[in-house]
Nanobody, 121 residues
Framework: HVQLVESGGGLVQAGGSLKLSCVAS??????????MGWFRQAPGKDREGVAH???????LYADSVKGRFTISKDKGRNTFVLQMNSLKPDDTAMYYC??????????????WGQGTQVTVS
């Protein structure tokens, strides 16, 4: 089954940057209907979709992160990345990567990572 492992979270000052990575095993990035995404959840808040990228490289971002976050993928390494710049305290959350195959991107993700904490002071 698909396994996802995130890394790159941590503590950063406002205005700083972090790069989150998600390594996917048993998942085909080159599949014509693959979709990869990053989500976040802060204490007491609902989970929010942050960024998504499909097999064609088409991206979609939440309004709250547009212009600051960039999602990309490295098919050769089965890794996708969330580059986060100009971080704000409101970006503090647990960040999760997720993947899906088939259907519209983004859609119903069926494989999730364990999460990595991002804290912006």
């Amino acid at each position: 089954h698909v396994q996802l492992v995130e890394s790159g979270g941590g503590l950063v000052q406002a205005g700083g940057s972090l790069k989150l990575s998600c390594v996917a095993s048993q998942f085909t990035f080159s599949s014509s209907r693959s979709c990869m995404g990053w989500f976040r959840q802060a204490p007491g808040k609902d989970r929010e979709g942050v960024a998504h990228i499909d097999s064609d490289g088409t991206t979609l971002y939440a309004d709250s992160v547009k212009g600051r976050f960039t999602i990309s993928k490295d098919k050769g390494r089965n890794t996708f990345v969330l580059q986060m710049n100009s971080l704000k305290p409101d970006d503090t959350a647990m960040y999760y990567c997720a993947v899906m195959s088939g259907g519209k991107c983004p859609g119903e993700y069926n494989s999730w990572g364990q999460g990595t904490q991002v804290t912006v002071s």
